[in-house]
């Protein structure tokens, strides 16, 4: 008698696994659409028909649970329980390349103070009152207001997650503080060159690279020769092992000028190393970060604002590029593709657009330069 090579366990299908006509012997649990939260149709396989029915029946079990404990109010599940199954996810995100990984520890160190303050609460008893008294908590300590907003986000986010997972039944509204503006500026181009001159070779060539032409640090760090093309004077923007590009706009082709493809090709003759710029104490491996020597550099190079050495970090340096490029009279929309944003994006022109205080002032109107008033 032939065995049933297929079984429904409520809307879930049981199936024997079949690969180019031919049973593989493991089973395969159909889990379609909407199912649970996921959005499209997934497929998890299993060993035996045997594990494959008992995997299907607890998730069958969960979604009643899950539903009726919604129906009274009640998640079910504490804080730590929903984050312990968000990371379980991400996680698997970045070993499939679909997450970088510092984005996933920007968002573990956004959740540190979240998950300190609210323990582990029944998630749905985190309503818009509880946040806001998580909110003032973390203001009474001193926490600024820009840090209190980004914590209150990557919660925001961990709540829609849940919701998606249909763990809980709406997401609570989360009030934003005000912020005070914040006086950013980049230096003058005059002003970079006294930055550059304060830095070692290989740390200015990095400098140079990221300010004239606009790429994140991560991008240039991550740089490879074969990305480089130096009868061209192009590089190539893209996927570099883990690091996946911030968005589908990331990808792109980099023009540059012929001075920096001459400090390029020095450095090339310089380093044996398939990066760029290599690690100082392992080759093998792309640089990190130079924080530290850039903000030395900045301090000796004497440019200074309202009395104090001006900020300005590896990030900068794209601010640098856009703000420079703006000036210069290139459209937005061009910028825009030039950084790899996408066209509709504020973040550009919100983030990015810094007028420097000599150009502010050169754009004041005094009468008196006419003869209009006396």
């Not at 998950?115 to 582990?120: A, I, L, P, S």
Request: proline share 5%; glycine share 6%; hydrophobic share 35%.
């Amino acid at each position: 008698m032939t065995k049933k090579t297929t079984e429904k366990i409520g809307p879930l299908t049981i199936r024997a696994e079949v690969a180019n006509g031919q049973r593989t012997g493991n089973w395969v649990v159909d889990i379609p659409a909407n199912f649970n939260g996921n959005t499209s149709r997934q497929r998890k396989r299993h060993r035996t028909k045997t594990a494959a029915i008992t995997a299907a029946r607890q998730l069958v079990k969960a979604v009643q649970v899950g539903q009726m404990l919604l129906n009274s109010g009640h998640s079910g599940l504490g804080l730590h329980d929903v984050f312990d199954q968000w990371l379980q996810e991400q996680q698997a995100r970045v070993r499939s390349g679909l997450k970088k990984v510092s984005s996933l520890g920007t968002d573990l160190n956004g959740l540190r103070h979240v998950m300190d303050f609210f323990k582990n609460e029944d998630m749905g008893k985190i309503d818009a009152s509880r946040i806001e008294e998580f909110q003032m908590h973390r203001l009474a300590i001193g926490q600024k207001r820009v840090s209190v907003n980004t914590e209150c986000q990557k919660l925001k986010a961990l709540l829609n997650w849940a919701h998606n997972k249909r763990l809980i039944p709406s997401v609570p509204t989360v009030r934003k503080l005000d912020e005070p503006p914040v006086n950013t500026e980049v230096p003058q181009q005059d002003e970079m060159l006294l930055i550059l001159a304060e830095l070692p070779f290989s740390q200015a060539l990095l400098t140079r690279l990221m300010v004239e032409t606009g790429l994140r640090p991560s991008e240039a760090y991550t740089l490879r020769w074969d990305s480089v093309d130096l009868t061209r004077n192009t590089l190539k923007v893209g996927n570099v092992d883990e690091n996946t590009p911030k968005t589908m706009h990331s990808y792109r082709d980099v023009a540059f000028g012929e001075g920096l493809a001459v400090d390029l090709a020095k450095q090339r003759k310089s380093t044996n190393s398939e990066w760029v710029f290599p690690n100082r104490d392992f080759e093998d491996k792309p640089m990190d970060n130079y924080r530290r020597s850039l903000k030395s550099a900045v301090e000796r190079s004497g440019v200074k604002r309202y009395g104090k050495p001006i900020k300005f970090t590896p990030k900068y340096c794209r601010k640098a590029y856009t703000s420079y490029q703006y000036l210069r009279g290139i459209p937005l929309s061009t910028i825009k593709q030039l950084v790899g944003h996408s066209p509709s994006s504020k973040v550009t022109e919100t983030h990015y657009l810094h007028i420097p205080e000599s150009t502010r002032r050169s754009a004041v109107l005094e009468l008196d330069e006419v003869g209009i008033a006396k």
